[in-house]
């Protein structure tokens, strides 16, 4: 279900950086990215999972360079993006309503928003 909403997308040049944020009905504490590249799989990039405790994920390809966050006062999702390359150049979304198990599978959250750019040029 297209619960969510994200934004904060855009052209950049590699080195930049870049803060999406990602909130709306369908808003929930465990919460993740995504993103797919024309011609490529759709990929896991970070995730925030609250099992007893907050636990993190990042994907190799972005540990040390992005960040995930919540405002839970403000029911918003945040991911902060530093030193972006090309390669990171693909449709962002934002997912909610984990089911449990793998937090990398996209089919274990309910909730979804419509996605927004990231361009990254060399």
């Known amino acids: 279900q297209e619960q969510l909403v994200e934004s904060g997308g855009g052209s950049v040049q590699a080195g930049g950086s870049l803060t999406l944020s990602c909130s709306g009905s369908?808003?929930?504490?465990?919460m993740a990215w995504f993103r797919q590249a024309p011609g490529k799989d759709r990929e896991a990039v970070a995730a925030i999972i609250w099992p007893g405790g907050r636990t993190t994920y990042y994907a190799d390809a972005v540990r040390d360079r992005f960040t995930i966050h919540q405002d839970n006062t403000k029911n918003t999702l945040y991911l902060q993006m530093n030193s972006l390359k090309p390669e990171d150049t693909a449709m962002y979304s934002c997912?909610?309503?984990?089911?449990?198990?793998?937090?990398?599978?996209?089919?274990?959250?309910?909730?979804w928003g419509p996605g927004t750019q990231v361009t990254v040029s060399s």
């Open positions: 369908g808003y929930t504490y465990s």
């Open positions: 997912v909610a309503g984990y089911k449990d198990h793998s937090c990398t599978i996209f089919r274990n959250y309910r909730y």
